[in-house]
C-alpha cells in the first residue's frame, strides 16, 4: 500500500542512547519531514528535505539530525538522547508543489527514561 | 510570533449540530496553503479539507467546509451535522510561497473537539 512507513512504532531508550527513526515513503515524493508532537504545543517542524541531498533545519532541531540519501528514506537520528525528547514523532510527506495534502505516518511513541 | 493561532484549546457539541473551529494565520506572503487535520485517538493524522489563497470559492469537502476571510486572516473548520465519531483534535496549518513550494507545513496547537450524544 503506498503511504509513509514509520519504524519503529514504540521505543524506550535511556539517556544518552542514540538511535534512528525510519521513515520511508512510496510516493515519489519530493518533499519529507519531520514533527514531534507534545501534549498542548501542536506539530514543530524538527528538519525537512525537499529533495535527495537537500536538508534544512526547522523549529526545534538541536538534538536530532538528518540525511536524504534517496528520494524514498528520510531517517531521523538521536545521537545522544535526553528526557526531553520524550515525544510522539511523525513523518509526513508531499510534493513541492501543488494543494495536496501531507501524508503522514502512524507517528513512533519515543520514552527516554 | 505564532503564524497559526487557534483560540479553543477544547470545545463541545450537541450531536448533529454544526460547530466552527477557529484559525487565525499571519504571513506576508500573497501565494500560501491552509489545511485542516483531524486526529483522532488513535493517534494518526488525517487530511480533510485545503484552502488555497487565490481560490475565490470557499473549500467544501463533505461534511467539511472551509470558512476563508483573507482580509481577515481567518480560515475557520466548519463540521456541518456532528457525528460522535468527530470527537478527535484539529489542527490548522499553512504553507507559505504555496506555488513557489520547497517550504515547510506549520501547525497550530489544536483544538480538542468532543461531540456529546
Known amino acids: 500500500n503506498a503511504g509513509v512507513t514509520q519504524t519503529p512504532k514504540f521505543q524506550v531508550l535511556k539517556t544518552g542512547q542514540s538511535m534512528t527513526l525510519q521513515c520511508a515513503q512510496d510516493?515519489?515524493?519530493?518533499?519529507m519531514s519531520w514533527y514531534r508532537q507534545d501534549p498542548g504545543m501542536g506539530l514543530r517542524l524538527i528538519h525537512y528535505?525537499?529533495?535527495?541531498?537537500?536538508?534544512d533545519q526547522g523549529e526545534v532541531p538541536n538534538g536530532y539530525n538528518v540525511s536524504r540519501s534517496t528520494t524514498e528514506d528520510f531517517p531521523l537520528r538521536l545521537l545522544s538522547a535526553a528526557p526531553s525528547q520524550t515525544s510522539v514523532y511523525f513523518c509526513?510527506?508531499?510534493?513541492?508543489?501543488?494543494?495536496?495534502?501531507?501524508?503522514f505516518g502512524s507517528g513512533t511513541r519515543l520514552t527516554v527514561v | 510570533a505564532q503564524k497559526i493561532t487557534q483560540t479553543q484549546p477544547g470545545m463541545f457539541v450537541q450531536e448533529k449540530e454544526a460547530v466552527t473551529l477557529d484559525c487565525t494565520y499571519d504571513?506576508?506572503?500573497?501565494?500560501?496553503?491552509l489545511f485542516w487535520y483531524k486526529q483522532p485517538s488513535s493517534g494518526e493524522m488525517i487530511f480533510l479539507i485545503y484552502?488555497?489563497?487565490?481560490?475565490?470559492q470557499n473549500a467544501t469537502e463533505g461534511r467539511y467546509s472551509l470558512n476563508f476571510q483573507k482580509a481577515r486572516k481567518s480560515a475557520n473548520l466548519v463540521i456541518s451535522a456532528s457525528q460522535l465519531g468527530d470527537s478527535a483534535m484539529y489542527f490548522c496549518?499553512?504553507?507559505?510561497?504555496?506555488?513557489?513550494?520547497?517550504?515547510?507545513?506549520?501547525f497550530g496547537k489544536g483544538t480538542r473537539l468532543s461531540v456529546i450524544a
Open positions: 509526513a510527506s508531499t510534493y513541492n508543489r501543488g494543494s495536496l495534502g501531507y501524508t
Open positions: 510516493m515519489n515524493h519530493e518533499y
Open positions: 528535505s525537499v529533495g535527495a541531498g537537500i536538508t
Open positions: 504571513t506576508s506572503d500573497q501565494s500560501y496553503g
Open positions: 484552502q488555497g489563497s487565490y481560490d475565490e
Open positions: 496549518a499553512m504553507r507559505e510561497g504555496f506555488h513557489s513550494g520547497n517550504t515547510p507545513l506549520v
